[in-house]
């Protein structure tokens, strides 16, 4: 369970142990701590975020309550689906989910979906439930990305950068001078919390700044998954980057299509 990582341009090395600690003799990864942290702090943004406008706290909660475990079920089933070559000979594994295994994209699925029901289901402002869970949305996975850290995954190729991560678990090189990708995508979604909190600020419709999330995320997982060797894949395409994708060239027609009506709107009155 011990992982040396190490930077060695930078002269930093560190020996970590993936089990935080015991609890009545069941180990508690330090990986899930990381995530239930950034969890912890994207729900405190979007509580204050929620009050500020005018979303109910009962509501918010309860999409909370809801969103949480559909979104560890859905981020479970998407890996699975995209890594069924190896589940359709171990399917005992496939609910091993403390053996490692969850993509985000499947968690933000899972948690938009709740969203649309619930807020159609009670006639709440989905753009506006929305806007409050973008940036909540990068909080939790700037954290949660520290959570590969201490895994020693989420690496890429060898490259000649100072920055470049070793990675020896269990005595056995994994990593041997490779990008710190999991690093990339903290600092870019760190980064996206500050330009969407900025940008929400000249948002011209309700929805927008998830918009932005989109954008931005897509825009940093499509050249950071680029660079790993640990992506998922339909046929020869890395189905990150396809979704990513996807989302960005979706974000930008919602928001050009969704300004230029309001445009239209304005000049006929």
């Given at each position: ?8 341009g930078l002269g930093l090395d560190f020996e970590i142990n993936r089990v935080a600690f015991s609890l009545f003799g069941v180990p508690v990864y ?195 998954e680029g660079l790993r060797t640990d992506s998922l894949y339909l046929g020869s395409i890395r189905v990150s980057q396809l979704l990513s994708l ?24």
């Amino acid at each position: 369970m011990i992982n040396n990582i190490s930077f060695p341009g930078l002269g930093l090395d560190f020996e970590i142990n993936r089990v935080a600690f015991s609890l009545f003799g069941v180990p508690v990864y330090a990986y899930g701590l990381i995530i239930a942290l950034g969890l912890v702090l994207a729900f405190v943004y979007a509580s204050r975020e929620a009050k500020r406008t005018g979303i109910s706290d009962n509501d918010f909660f309860n999409m909370f309550i809801i969103g949480l475990p559909v979104a560890v079920v859905c981020a479970r089933i998407y890996y699975v689906v995209f890594s069924w070559d190896y589940y359709k000979y171990n399917l005992s594994e496939i609910f091993n989910i403390r053996g490692g295994g969850i993509a985000i994209y499947g968690a933000v699925i899972g948690a938009a979906l709740v969203v649309l029901i619930y807020c159609r289901a009670k006639k709440i402002s989905i753009g506006k439930v929305l806007d409050v869970l973008a940036v909540s949305l990068l909080i939790g996975q700037a954290v949660g990305r520290w959570g590969n850290f201490v895994n020693g995954e989420a690496f890429g190729e060898s490259c000649s950068l100072p920055w470049a991560m070793t990675v020896v678990r269990g005595g056995r090189t994994v990593a041997e001078l490779a990008h710190p990708t999991f690093l990339y995508e903290s600092l870019w979604n760190a980064l996206g919390i500050l330009v969407l909190i900025l940008y929400k600020r000249k948002k011209a419709f309700e929805g927008e700044v998830f918009c932005g999330y989109m954008i931005w995320y897509g825009i940093g997982r499509l050249f950071i998954e680029g660079l790993r060797t640990d992506s998922l894949y339909l046929g020869s395409i890395r189905v990150s980057q396809l979704l990513s994708l996807v989302l960005i060239v979706a974000g930008i027609i919602i928001i050009l299509k969704n300004r230029k009506n309001i445009k239209k709107h304005l000049t006929n009155e």
